[in-house]
């Protein structure tokens, strides 16, 4: 392995989110609510370390194997939300650090759980920087690393490889560096898009980059305890269900939009699947609640299609507690929550392109039963899918199932809540939905558990948002020899 170009990889990540919390840093002084100084304590300790690592380490070979890039990738991630707490801590308005780094893992890995009981009176520069963590993590720390470092190490693919979603990497240029510009161009013309319309629908400037960047990065945070249903606003909802659902779209195919390929947006069949599953549940979601809203039905579809948009898009955003919806409601809730948006979004979950290839194997398997000698291709997107790719995503959803498992028991050891509570947190940490069902639903939080759940559920965030196998290869021996 090589070290030195771990290290400094490391501290180029460290310097950039020194960097990153400058936006935070002019709005705390803005504002003027006396949290400007925990910004530049903050920064300066980033810069501390990530200086020397930056410029000490020489590495003799800047070629960057895939063993160095999934080791960067988790580190990384660890060090910016360790680093990313301390905002939190030094203005007073998360003290406990373990609560802060949780909620900083929370933001980066855009999964919107929250431990924070109280929003009034909380300084605006750190709830500005509890939602920026939510924009920076969206697209990615290590595409924001090589949109601005693009020639700091050799094939860079392995880092965006072990940090992006779904089972295959879009390059969209030739050079890594480049693809992550225009990534993260569209990105951020997208987020200023919404911001402006948000303003014009009546929202300040503050709250609407809140918002926006909390849709963007598909994580959900909200400087109100009533999250969106705070400005119980139908224009809101529907310009927020709008951007929920367009940001769990895969950047790629916005991409091809600019370059005039409609054709290809048209056929994708993962964006068909998407959308398909994102209207067939809210309808029968609307269907379910008219009794609810009293037969109102433009209304029952306001609150549903919101919801929906909100959980299959992992934003994690309320106008309403499902936690109080019929049980069917609640049964297509928990099932969106699996499920996720298109690869290559800022989303979570599994995947539509994981779930439809599943799906695809299971009939083929079932056919094979009947038809054992015929050979049965399973397609996807028009094409072949190989059988180690078809293999890596059965793998991967046994560890994802494995995963939600494992985190709801270990929780459930501190006897603190029921069932519901520990799975589908568990769950919505592995998503990275955000909230869940029972004492993590939209009307709670995860304040309630203690230290060690929380440093539980903080790992599965980061093992949900890193597509798991980055978080499990720091436990496996080889990647550490030399």
Request: proline share 4%; aromatic share 14%.
């Amino acid at each position: 392995m090589n070290r030195r170009l771990v290290i400094r990889l490391l501290g180029s990540i460290l310097m950039i989110e020194a960097a990153a919390m400058l936006p935070s840093f002019f709005v705390a002084l803005y504002f003027g609510d006396g949290d400007a100084l925990s910004f530049v304590y903050t920064m300066g300790l980033l810069l501390a370390f990530g200086l020397p690592m930056r410029y000490l380490s020489r590495p003799k070979v800047l070629d960057l194997r895939a063993r160095e890039g999934f080791l960067v990738v988790p580190l990384a991630w660890l060090l910016m939300s360790m680093f990313g707490a301390l905002p939190f801590v030094f203005s007073g308005m998360i003290p406990n650090y373990v609560d802060a780094v949780f909620e900083a893992v929370s933001g980066f890995t855009t999964t919107g759980a929250s431990i924070l009981c109280q929003f009034v009176g909380q300084p605006r520069g750190a709830m500005f920087w509890r939602s920026f963590t939510h924009w920076v993590g969206g697209m990615g720390v290590l595409v924001l690393t090589l949109a601005i470092l693009p020639k700091m190490s050799g094939r860079t693919s392995h880092l965006v490889r072990a940090e992006s979603p779904g089972p295959t990497l879009s390059k969209l240029l030739p050079r890594m560096g480049d693809t992550a510009k225009v990534l993260y161009l569209i990105y951020g013309v997208l987020t200023f898009i919404m911001i402006v319309i948000l303003m014009l629908c009546g929202m300040n400037l503050y709250d609407a980059a809140i918002h926006a960047m909390g849709t963007a990065g598909t994580g959900g945070f909200s400087n109100y305890g009533s999250s969106v249903g705070a400005f119980d606003s139908a224009t809101i909802d529907a310009v927020i269900t709008f951007f929920m659902v367009l940001f769990g779209i895969n950047f790629a195919l916005f991409y091809k939009l600019i370059h005039g390929d409609w054709r290809d947006v048209k056929n994708n069949e993962e964006l068909r699947w998407y959308l398909c599953i994102f209207f067939g549940v809210t309808l029968l979601v609307t269907l379910i609640m008219l009794p609810t809203y009293e037969g109102d039905f433009l209304t029952s579809l306001r609150y549903s299609s919101f919801q929906i948009a909100s959980i299959i898009s992992t934003t994690g955003y309320a106008t309403a507690d499902f936690n109080l919806w019929p049980i069917a409601a609640r049964m297509l809730i928990f099932f969106t929550m699996f499920i996720g948006s298109c690869a290559g979004s800022t989303a979570g979950g599994m995947k539509i392109c994981r779930v439809g290839m599943m799906c695809k194997q299971s009939l083929r398997e079932v056919r094979r039963v009947f038809q054992p000698r015929k050979v049965q291709v399973v397609r996807f997107e028009g094409k072949a899918v190989e059988e180690p790719i078809l293999r890596q995503i059965a793998v991967f959803a046994f560890v994802y199932v494995a995963l939600v498992v494992i985190g709801a028991l270990l929780v459930s050891f501190e006897g603190l809540y029921d069932v519901e509570t520990n799975f589908t947190a568990a769950l919505t940490c592995v998503s990275n939905v955000g909230p869940g069902l029972g004492f993590v639903g939209p009307s709670g939080n995860f304040a309630g558990y203690g230290a060690f759940s929380k440093m539980v559920l903080s790992l599965l965030m980061l093992a949900g948002r890193l597509e798991i196998f980055p978080i499990l290869a720091l436990f496996h021996p080889a990647i550490w020899r030399k």
